[in-house]
């Protein structure tokens, strides 16, 4: 369940001769929706196998024993099972029998949609119940396990004198494992998730406790970043446990202001000009209307609202404040009473992602951010040709790129999510500079060089995880 | 491996008989890099290259990256030659590939804020050009007016920026490397897709050309600042200036830049040039941004430096001491040489850190500084310097420093910075169990060897027989363990400052 599985798995069918024919678009087209009117009964097969075995991770001991079996290094009797289970454990698997059994992990929350390969018949891991945090007792890092809550770990972070300082830019109950095997959009303006993770714990395919990176400070220097490299697909290598996080001291003083904009020239003009000034924001988040209403129903929105989050003395507040008035000039009206959605009680958040969760999401579109008024009413306009209202959740980087989310009110079915996130694809392919980053877009990409990188990935693949435990690749 | 005439004529019917040397004094010349080593090295490897060739064009590159093939010489890719642990210096002699002359600026696109540059460019030169244009790089190494763009990547440097503006590896977009096979890849895709499409960007920081000879950059630009000032603070020792900068991270403010240099530095230097200010243990603190916010921060600044008993020098003075920041070891002219131990270690533990380095300074009766500098909150990079003359039998020695300093950053949680050719036996105790992962990265990518081959997760002699072909990493660890030992047990401290004095005097 993971992008070189897909990949591989597309690469391999369009080798048959039986699907020569097909273009490869279609036959993705033909996964994603299961169309089993047009697929070989071999390839309905894999789509329909799911893991047989789900295990709920409250140990890595346990993960790494699993690990162990699974590549054969253990026996099925290290585990421990009482006889019920045990049984139940290898019929369910087919251990015994001559195939690979694969681990793959479950998403607390996904975003957009699931990759189109599941695992075979092997286990899955649910990481629910693996969610605790250490902070440092001096400096700003924290361990945290992967199904730690995004919102529990920055609760608990700014309780202990922290800052968490990346931000998911849709409001989902997402946990922290989810940036690394889900698509929890996190980020804050300076960078992306990756910026602040100094290293992950792993158990390898081996079935060794792994650390990549460096848990107190950055890897610089001490040979290849293959975390940062890998971070996107860690899942496909290794089976991350906790990561360890860069924190910045909690501010003295902290100030949301929101900026309403009636007009997406003047909100893409704004937010030019803000990423060309030196400001340096927590965040910076645009909604239109449609998310803004799902964010705070009942309250009137602009078109566009803007919120800006600034941290820092109360006296030096004041001077950015200022400094943003006069970069985003041209909003309509502008408040400090508006809450964000990140500061409020565990309770409100959980109510606000559930709300969020019912829109149906494509991906993230980066797009700079002078053309996202350009994007945006493209993007409108192809909700209203969909008959499926756009809206859009969107966070600023420093470096002018703006990382959008589109959303649809549509019902959130494989038919309406690919339909949508052809459209949205094609409409980014006329914003210059524009780049589709969903899970389905990577798929259709035949750029000569991405195809370069993917057989590198797949080289590193079958050189880590040489016991075909980590999610193993299929072909049909 | 095919006859060094025949690799000669081949090499020059590629580049040119201007662009290809094979004279003594140019291989000489690149021999080394910025490390002083001991002659005894040259029993160990061919540290001359072969030949030095200057490519022009990525073509020429992978011309040259397919020629090796052919004539069976390892390939050796070299920027400004600043690095200090062999990276960029031969090991089996071979074709040493000198960057210097692909320093073109390709493209500027004030739109989307980039700038792409071929990789012998220097950060110097690529920063004047860049400001002429109404920007300011994020990012620039400590050595940025002799490092090239492509040197300072294969290095995965820390410097000036990375606090406020983020790593290095944030500011890159993309890369064009020349693989070991000849193809020139794309590490990212065009658009700015941060970590999708399968960027593989981060495999060459630190990668120390021995993935790929990177030959093009393209950087993200910030705007360039209205305002940038420098403030220091003397402190009274060096624990407390470290304490000031543990308390610049707590703050919650982020200056451009936040450095300690130690009172030692001042001595040498003011040997050197009498302007220098009067020998203290001092930070220095550079600001960036708008006016205002400038004053605000520089005013919660000076409060931390208050608590940690700073107190504030002359702007003056601070103007003078930002102006001279890229030149930090003009003391090597005290002696024959210096050297330099790069480390990262946690910022909650640096004012140990910087204790721990004087500490050793003085046990190994060595002449040396430390400076430190914050890069990011969690990490402060810790950079001590000391003298040595490498001319005499107990000069080398002086290396067994970098060898106890790199030991004390991992005891404490952080990490040695740099492998190359000399630093290899850290790669398992800093990575673990995850270390034979980056060198099954190395196989995949180039499982002939032929770029940069025995150095970063392995290390090769000039010998080619059974045996004696690699050096095992403990065996390396053994012998600067030993040199360290025998610098302990000299009887004398160093005396280059006087030495110099008075051979100044006379």
Redesign the interface.
Known sequence: MGLLRDWNYVESATQIPALSEMIREALIHALFIRNDRVLPRQIIADLTRTPAVTVKVKDDGEVRKLVNVLNGEESTVSLGLRAEDYNYFRTALGVGKDREIGLTVRAKTLLTHDWLVPEQRGVQLDFGAYGGVEFGSQGHTGIAQVGIDWKALYDEAMAKGHLLPFVPTVPLDFSLGDGLWGDAPYGSYEGEFAAYVNAVRTISAYGHRTRFGFEEVAGNGSGYDLLHAAVPMLTEFAIPLAVALRLVAKPVARKTITYSFDDGAKLSTGLDKFARTSARPAWVHVTDQVAAGVLRPGVPSEAFMVQVSLAGTPSGLAVREKAADAALAGFKAKAADVPNPYDVPADAYRKTAKRAEQSLFVGEVRVPAAALGDFVARLKAFGQQSAAKAGLYASLRWSGTVSALPTFEAVKDPTHQYDLSKGVARLVDKVPGAIFVSRLAHLWSEDAGFRERMELWKRFKLSFDSAHVMQPLVAP | MADVDYAYRRLVNTLGPERVARNEYDRMAYSHDFASLPKIALLQWQLYPDFVVLPQTTEEVAALVKLSDESGLPIVPRGGGTGWYGGAVPNRGGVLVDMHKMNRVVALDP???TVTVEAGSTWHDLARYVESKGFVLPFEPTNAVASTIGGAIN????GFGTY???????AIVNLEVVLPDG?I???A???????????????????EGT?GILTKVTL?L??K??VTKAVSYGFSGTAQAARFL?GI??????PYHALLLDKDHFVMERVLRPETPDPADLALVAL???K??VA??E??IDESAAKAGGRKLAPEVSARLWARRFTMYSARRLSKGLVVS?N??????LEEAVTQARTLIRKMKLNGSVQAFL?????ASLAPYVLMDDTTPSGGTALGFVKKMGDASLEL???????GLLMVF??RK?????AP??A??????DPSRKLNGGK??EVWTKFHFPGIRAVPPPAMAAGLNLMAFLRRIKPTQDKFVKAYEHERGS
């Open positions: 739109a989307l804020r290095s995965g440097l820390v406020a503006n983020g790593a290095l590896r944030d193809r890849l794309k590490t895709a065009g658009a700015d897709a941060s970590g999708a499409f399968a960027n593989v960007t981060p495999l060459f920081l630190g990668a993935l993200r910030r705007p600042p209205e543990q991270v707590d703050s919650g403010v982020t960036q941004g708008p205002d916010d605000d921060q005013k919660t790069n990262l270690v946690p910022v909650a533990k890069v990011d909150s969690s990490t949680g952080g990490h040695p910075m740099g492998l850290n790669l800093m990575h673990g169990r995850s992962f980056l099954e990265v190395k196989n995949v990518l970063t997760v």
